[in-house]
């Protein structure tokens, strides 16, 4: 019965999660109009890859940094914690907007470029190969 309802649950929770997506892919503006967090969740949003790929190793590089820095017999307790998460949410937005200036942007941009030429090589070849007919 307990597997029935977590079942349930889940089953509930993804199509909620579904109707939010469906509805945020209109684009417009019905889940958060004019909204102070709007611009931070825009750029939380454009730079997700690059967060999800910094995150761990900017936590690595806290932990050996503050191990680094603290002296030797130091026991990282609770009382560290803030200063742990204040350097690790420094490296990952810095990381994270570098990783994304200068490694997903260009990227796409040559993408883009690449797909732009195969569509006008595409567009030439089938006009080329198109005879039209004089009806005169």
């Known amino acids: ?21 469906l509805t945020a892919s209109y684009n417009k503006n019905y889940i958060m109009g004019d909204n102070p967090f709007k611009p931070i969740l825009m750029w939380v949003g454009s730079r997700s890859y690059a967060i999800y790929l910094i995150h761990i190793p900017a936590y690595a590089f806290t932990r050996e940094l503050w191990f680094r820095i603290e002296p030797e017999a130091t026991v990282f ?22 990783n994304y200036r200068l490694v997903e942007m260009p990227l796409r941009r ?27």
């Open 1 to 21: 019965d307990e597997l029935n309802m977590l079942s349930l649950r889940f089953g509930v929770i993804s199509l909620i999660a579904a109707l939010l997506v």
């Open 77 to 98: 307790n609770q009382e560290h914690i803030w200063g742990h998460l204040a350097v690790a949410m420094v490296s990952i937005i810095v990381l994270s907007e570098l």
């Open 110 to 136: 040559k993408g883009s470029k690449i797909v732009n030429d195969m569509m006008l090589r595409h567009a030439a070849v089938c006009s080329n190969n198109t005879q039209v007919k004089d009806i005169t």
